[in-house]
């Protein structure tokens, strides 16, 4: 099955600097990458997702990228704010069996003001 | 629109207890899943289903059964808990034409 492996675990950043999470994706299926953003003790909520036909996608201070020959993807935060503090995790998915999601084990971001 | 809902928000298990954890949604949506989470972790499959009366395992099924008798609900059930059962869990549901996937706002287990 599809194994999906996240990094840096944890990442501190200076306020107003970028921050980069990458991830890695076993299955060449996959054709489906979202973000999700969890703030402590509340759900994952979706913030940005990229298909395979498309290498960019970019919303304000967010944007993926997504190399398909190398089977990875990457999550920049730019003028990062206190409030993008949180655990980001990235996930994939074949689109088979009910569109299932493979997510990787999680970022903790830390902005410091 | 409540979207998806679950309950209890907070269960506190003996090992050996069963229980059922809730879960529905009201946006129609055929496909819905349960997670869960460990602490410091990332999210795990447990069971998903396609639509009512079709349930399928996930990555981690051992321990739990499901069923889904309307569109509307996916009950998780957890039959002689045990602590490695301790965590959260995500309910989750979406359409199968898009692939967001809409989550509940979890129920956290503990089972000593």
């Known amino acids: 099955g599809e194994n999906v492996e996240q990094h840096p675990s944890t990442l501190s950043v200076q306020e107003g600097d970028s921050a980069v999470i990458k991830c890695t994706y076993s299955?060449?299926?996959?054709?489906?990458f979202p973000w999700y953003k969890q703030e402590l003790g509340k759900r994952p909520q979706l913030i940005i997702d990229?298909?395979?036909?498309?290498g960019e996608k970019k919303d304000q201070r967010i944007a993926v990228t997504l190399n398909k020959t190398a089977k990875h993807f990457s999550l920049h935060i730019t003028e990062t704010q206190p409030e993008d503090s949180a655990v980001y995790f990235c996930a994939a998915s074949t689109g088979a069996a009910g569109n299932k999601l493979t997510f990787g084990g999680g970022t903790r971001v830390l902005v410091k003001p | 629109n409540a979207g998806v809902t679950q309950t209890p928000k907070f269960r506190i298990l003996k090992i050996g207890q069963s229980m059922t954890l809730q879960c529905t949604q009201d946006?129609?949506?055929?496909?819905m899943y349960w997670y869960r989470q460990d602490p410091g972790m990332g999210l795990k499959l447990i069971y998903y289903s396609v639509g009512a009366g079709i349930t399928d395992k996930g990555e981690v099924p051992n321990g739990y059964n499901v069923s889904r008798s309307t569109t509307e609900d996916f009950p998780l059930r957890l039959e002689l808990a045990a602590p490695s059962q301790t965590s959260v869990y995500f309910c989750a549901s979406t359409y199968p034409d898009i692939n967001e996937q809409y989550f509940g706002p979890g129920t956290r287990l503990t089972v000593t």
């Open positions: 299955d060449s299926a996959s054709n489906y």
């Open positions: 990229i298909r395979s036909n498309v």
């Open positions: 946006m129609n949506h055929n496909y």
